[in-house]
């Protein structure tokens, strides 16, 4: 379908062009609950998110704009009254009766945490000293939130440029974060907008949930120093929540619980000296596992690095597997490998 410019959201709003994405949320809000969960059954979940996206902002539809948009579905017959509401609980009952209730919940995180992330995207190119200048004065849970919904690998950049004291604090502010507002989001990013001197308008937003996770993910990209410091940070302040955090952390012998072909994938990107590094004084479990999953020639050049290797200090063996770690998660990140967490897969010495 081609792109139709519509009056939309009011007869005063200014004319708009409906995308692909759009119009299927249109004409899925016309339809009967089941009806329009039979047709979401044939997207796939990324297609489902995108147009529940679309849903979630559409609150209020023009009759014109439900009126065309059904038009150029020809196929389909409505019946019934056309359905001018969209909006959160739309969106939700609409896909727990296409997908079920808890893949339901896991797509409308994803689509919470995208939507979000959104606010703040005048900080992705900005370097982590300007973003840790901004953020200096702040609260912590104000510079806890806005880490929260950047891209993991610059929060946990930012986080390493904050003094120690103010780093902890952070630290637990983002792990025991409850929900945020959209009016406390929208706030606190139109208000850093203006101090970075940005000229583009803040954008609706969703609410979003913290949680020990987001800190998790952060700290997983983070070096080795950052990662010991806020642990330690974290367990003198509040033992159990460090607790907590270590055992949702993906650790270097979690790389046992992949499947073959996605170790496979991980090694291919990491240096043999820094892998003959990782593996010094690991379980053999781990280091038979490495070794089954590299060619025979890199297989001789990583015993070629053992052998040649002395006694190595444990800062550079934490290192280099926190630098596995990173390639594991980066790799889980784009959907390339899956990471298995499950407790029964855990290693026993």
Not at 8 to 29: H, I
Not at 145 to 161: D, E, F, I, Y
Not at 250 to 272: C, H, N, P, W, Y
């Amino acid at each position: 379908m081609t792109d139709v410019a519509v009056p939309f959201g009011s007869a005063t709003a200014p004319p708009a062009v409906l995308t692909g994405p759009q119009k299927v949320a249109v004409v899925l809000m016309q339809m009967e609950q089941s009806r329009a969960a039979s047709v979401m059954q044939q997207f796939s979940e990324e297609e489902a998110a995108e147009i529940t996206a679309e849903i979630v902002r559409l609150r209020r539809v023009d009759p014109a704009v439900a009126e065309s948009a059904v038009a150029e579905f020809h196929e389909l017959s409505v019946s019934g009254r056309y359905q001018r509401r969209g909006g959160h609980d739309v969106a939700v009952g609409l896909l727990e009766a296409s997908f079920g209730s808890e893949r339901a919940a896991g797509v409308m995180e994803r689509l919470a945490s995208n939507m979000a992330g959104k606010s703040f995207e005048f900080l992705d190119e900005a370097e982590p000293g300007q973003v840790v200048a901004l953020l200096d004065g702040e609260l912590p849970q104000t510079i806890a939130l806005v880490l929260a919904h950047v891209r993991p690998q610059q929060a946990s950049a930012v986080l390493a440029g904050l003094d120690l004291d103010v780093r902890t604090d952070v630290a637990q502010a983002i792990a025991t974060m409850g929900t945020a507002t959209p009016e406390a989001v929208a706030i606190v990013a139109a208000t850093l907008k203006v101090r970075a001197g940005a000229v583009v308008s803040p954008r609706d937003q969703v609410e979003v949930v913290g949680g020990i996770q987001p800190l998790v993910e952060i700290i997983n990209r983070s070096d080795s120093a950052t990662e010991r410091a806020l642990l330690d940070g974290l367990d003198a302040r509040d033992p159990a929540l460090a607790e907590e955090v270590r055992s949702r952390m993906l650790t270097f012998e979690d790389i046992v619980k992949l499947e073959a072909r996605d170790i496979q994938q991980v090694l291919r990107g990491i240096d043999a000296a820094v892998l003959a590094t990782a593996m010094k004084g690991a379980a053999a479990a781990v280091t038979d596992v490495i070794r089954g999953n590299v060619s025979a020639r890199n297989a001789e050049l990583l015993d070629d690095e053992i052998q040649s290797m002395g006694p190595v200090r444990k800062s550079q063996v934490e290192e280099a597997r926190a630098e596995v770690v990173r390639s594991i998660r980066e790799l889980e990140a784009q959907g390339a490998i899956t990471v298995h967490r499950a407790d029964e897969d855990a290693l026993v010495d």
